[in-house]
């Protein structure tokens, strides 16, 4: 059975103390009256992951880093390996995000190396998917999402791909203020869980947790979490906001 997933992800947001801080307001509020059936992952900045696994319970709070590297290890200064983000306590790892894809360039090719380390390494990768607004606006929204997953992780084996949390992001819904309607997210979550089947089978579809990830907050988070193939959320500016962030766990 799929689980209820919550993910926020903090992007290049807070210092380090700032992290730790809002890490423990969000622990101390999920504690006190966060959904127990609804899994909560706090995505951080690399700096601030080992000492975020510290301030939470992490049987009630999952820490993802927001990236890794595609490479195990050697001389790539500046990069992060999954064995890194494993050795700190983090659990998931968010692959394949959009701001990743756009402005560094991430492809297919580097994303399914990327996803076979984190595997490895038994991190939960939380793999993003979506289209920009102009493939949105020719109306191939479906065939453009669905090819980025058949490049990528329907690759991977049925066992493997199990293992994974998938987010939907309307990349024109990201940081601009506009939402999907509900009516959207959940054709186009549907449209992901019936390829999934037609991948992997019904019952692998229907253990997929399928996230939404565009501007959701504590507003529209009721009805887009009503839709029956919506999952939960990955969430970005909301999650830096403790009281909305417990509201948004609490939206089903």
């Given amino acids: 059975m799929r689980k209820k997933v919550v993910a926020g992800n903090w992007k290049c947001n807070t210092t380090l103390q700032e992290g730790v801080e809002l890490a423990k307001a969000v622990n101390k509020l999920v504690t006190e009256k966060g ?13 601030h992951i080992a000492s ?15 990236n890794c590297a595609a490479e195990p290890k050697g001389a790539f200064t500046g990069e992060v390996s999954a064995a ?19 402005y560094y360039g991430e ?31 020719a109306g191939t929204q479906a065939d ?15 066992e493997d791909f199990g293992k994974l949390i998938i987010a939907y992001e309307p990349i024109w819904a990201i940081g601009t203020g506009v939402t999907a309607t509900t009516e959207q997210a959940q054709e186009m979550h549907k449209a992901i869980r019936d390829a999934i089947a037609e991948k992997f ?21 009721n009805d887009l979490f009503a839709n029956p193939d919506v999952d939960g959320g990955l969430i970005g500016g909301a999650s830096l906001k403790p009281d909305d962030f417990i509201q948004i766990i609490n939206a089903y």
């Fill in 52 to 66: 975020v696994v510290d301030a939470v319970d992490t049987n009630r709070i999952g820490v993802a880093s927001q």
């Fill in 201 to 221: 089978g019904k019952q692998v579809a229907d253990d997929t947790s399928l996230l939404y990830g565009g501007s959701c907050n504590a507003k529209n988070a």
């Fill in 107 to 137: 492809t297919s090719e580097i994303l399914n190396k990327k996803l076979a380390l984190a595997l490895e390494n038994g991190l939960t990768p939380i793999y993003c998917c979506g289209e920009p607004l102009e493939i949105r606006n």
């Fill in 144 to 158: 453009y999402v669905i090819n980025q997953l058949k490049e990528t992780v329907f690759q991977l084996s049925e």
């Fill in 84 to 102: 890194m983000v494993k050795s700190t306590g983090a659990k998931y790892v968010i692959l394949g995000h959009s701001e990743r894809r756009e």
């Fill in 35 to 47: 959904a127990a059936d609804v899994v909560v992952v706090l995505g951080t900045p690399f700096t």
